[in-house]
């Protein structure tokens, strides 16, 4: 009897049952029973404490195995983290004939891919210089004939009063302003695309040297193990978004959708050999079996777990990798969002979470870096380290704080613009006259403080239950100029006036009195007007909590509302032998008594 070693299988009691092919006449097999090794012990041991111990990227792995279905050891196994005598994926005996694995295409395809990429580079430079020569010179072209129009016209109006010539004038001069807008527009263009370039160019010598670096990589190890380096593929799912916004830019989008979906094959190929591989090898030994049908090979318990947990990993790869594809040619619509995507630093391989995450932050930036240049351009500076300055302004832009030093005339004080003035005065209540004898230190509150942000915190306070007096007396213990405080609290006044204080017995009373009489005088009758007020203070409900249209009639009212509304029919109306009526006497000793 053949005595060789083709399979093993755990048994209940953590033993090893080794066993050799059946003999073909008799059906019989060698079998042994062996005891565990000494390392399966502690195995366990270690199972225990690495799995709470593991790096972010291995817990992520170790959950997406075990949610798969693979047991604790074995995806710590298949993490590498577990040294063990079963092999993370099954070699193939000797004793049997072997499957025929797929070829590995990963590494073709994405060194193909970044090949023919960085062939066509130099062309789209070319293409991208060429393009904006042509249109400096279109736009030059325009602008010496408008100047030359403009100079003709002005030697024929020599001596001519100026206020005069002026209107004659203004067509030329508003086409050499316009013609200067678009040579500025198109050299922004320009600059943004040769920014681009020279990211893909960086990128794809990157991807170049890091596949060139895994072609000694041959055999059942090129295909077992993965092949495209994180840094490759981060690199690639970069490169896609590159190519589409550049596509996108000359408003070729359906280039721009077929460009992501030719990097997400490039991108996924390395997961594809993978799981062709996992997919090759249970088909095999599925098949391995006698002329009897009876099993001559299997993986075990084990093994078969743990290539079932890699396939639905890789498959779940995919399918994520698919799904953050989409959403990302969903948002690319039009080359203005397909260019604020490539500023916001978005890869194929981010989820739908960190696009936005990403979008709202490049949002963020944009919003400061135009605030800053609007002020810069006013006569400000900008302070990156305020320090402990006190000569400073601030403003809250984009999630953060920016200070700035206002601009000052020759006499030493800030200067302010008339608009500046002009903003100060309206907020104040006052006329530009009155603002500007203010002093400076008041007058830059106004200006330049951040009454939107100091309002809402007035609000704020008012909704959640503090009272005007305590809030007047917040206000007046803040350290800012005594008209900044008269200000803030006219502000809170009128706030609270408006949508916080609660109304006295007798304004009620007159509101819903005059309610229902208006109703009366439509011929509505009692009931009905009941079951109208009822209605009208449910929609100032939902108006107030910002409750849907549609759930407006599932709001309960309070028995006071109901007594209130019920008394002023009673006074309208007047009373009635099968009616509960309620009088203003009763509601008022009821709820109005403190």
Request: hydrophobic share 30%.
């Amino acid at each position: 009897m053949n005595q060789t070693i083709i399979g093993r299988q755990t048994l209940d009691d953590g033993r090893i049952l080794e066993y050799g092919a059946r003999d073909p006449n008799t059906g019989q097999r060698f079998e042994r029973v062996i005891n565990a090794p000494t390392q399966a012990t502690s195995t366990v041991q270690q199972s225990t404490n690495q799995s709470s111990n593991l790096t972010a990227e291995q817990q992520k792995r170790y959950n997406e195995l075990t949610g798969a279905g693979a047991s604790e050891s074995a995806a710590l196994q298949a993490v590498n983290l577990i040294p063990t005598e079963i092999s993370k994926t099954p070699d193939v005996p000797s004793q049997v004939s072997s499957p025929e694995l797929p070829v590995p295409t990963a590494t073709s395809v994405i060194d193909q891919y970044s090949q023919t990429l960085l062939q066509n580079e130099q062309n789209l430079r070319t293409q991208l210089e060429q393009k904006y020569q042509a249109e400096l010179d279109r736009i030059n072209k325009a602008r010496e004939e408008a100047q030359k129009e403009k100079d003709a016209l002005t030697a024929k109006t020599e001596g001519m009063i100026t206020e005069d010539v002026k209107p004659l004038l203004e067509p030329f001069r508003a086409d050499l302003e316009a013609s200067e807008r678009e040579r500025l527009k198109v050299e922004e263009n320009y600059f943004e695309n040769q920014a681009l370039v020279e990211e893909l160019d960086s990128l794809l010598t990157q991807i170049q040297a890091d596949v060139q670096a895994t072609k000694d990589v041959t055999g059942l190890s090129s295909i077992r193990e993965p092949r495209i380096t994180k840094a490759v593929e981060d690199a690639t799912a970069r490169v896609g978004v590159i190519e589409a916004v550049m596509a996108a830019r000359n408003n070729q989008i359906n280039q721009a959708y077929t460009l992501i979906d030719r990097t997400l094959g490039a991108m996924t190929a390395d997961r594809q050999d993978q799981l062709n591989y996992y997919n090759t090898l249970l088909n095999f030994y599925d098949k391995q079996t006698d002329e009897e049908g009876n099993k001559i090979l299997s993986l075990d318990k084990e093994e078969k777990e743990i290539v079932n947990a890699q396939i639905s990993l890789l498959e779940n790869d995919l399918a994520q990798a698919q799904s953050n594809a989409n959403y990302i040619k969903n948002l690319m619509i039009n080359p203005d969002t397909a260019q604020f995507m490539a500023k916001a630093g978005i890869t194929l391989n981010d989820t739908p979470d960190e696009v936005n995450r990403k979008m709202s932050e490049q949002s963020n930036r944009d919003q400061i870096t135009e605030y800053k240049n609007s002020l810069v351009a006013q006569g400000y500076e900008y302070v990156p380290y305020p320090g402990n300055r006190t000569d400073l302004v601030s403003f809250e832009v984009g999630g953060q704080t920016l200070y700035f030093k206002a601009p000052v005339d020759s006499g030493g004080t800030t200067s302010f613009s008339d608009t500046q003035l002009n903003k100060g005065a309206v907020k104040a209540g006052m006329s530009i006259d009155e603002f500007s004898k203010l002093d400076e230190d008041t007058k830059n509150y106004f200006v330049n403080w951040d009454w939107d942000e100091a309002e809402k915190s007035i609000d704020d306070d008012f909704s959640n239950g503090i009272d005007l007096e305590t809030e007047k007396s917040a206000i007046n213990s803040m350290d800012v100029p005594d008209k900044v405080k008269e200000t803030l609290i006219e502000y809170a006044e009128n706030k609270y006036e408006e949508e916080y204080r609660e109304p006295t017995f007798e304004e009620t009373r007159n509101s819903l009195v005059a309610v229902a009489q208006g109703l009366k005088n439509q011929g509505i009758k009692k009931g009905d007007a009941e079951k109208e007020m009822q209605k009208m203070v449910k929609q100032q409900i939902a108006e107030a909590q910002g409750i849907s249209s549609s759930k407006v009639d599932d709001i309960k009212l309070t028995q006071q509302q109901k007594d209130l509304i019920r008394a002023s029919l009673y006074e309208v109306y007047g009373g009635s032998w099968n009616w509960n009526d309620v009088t203003w006497e009763e509601v008022q000793e009821k709820y109005y008594s403190e």
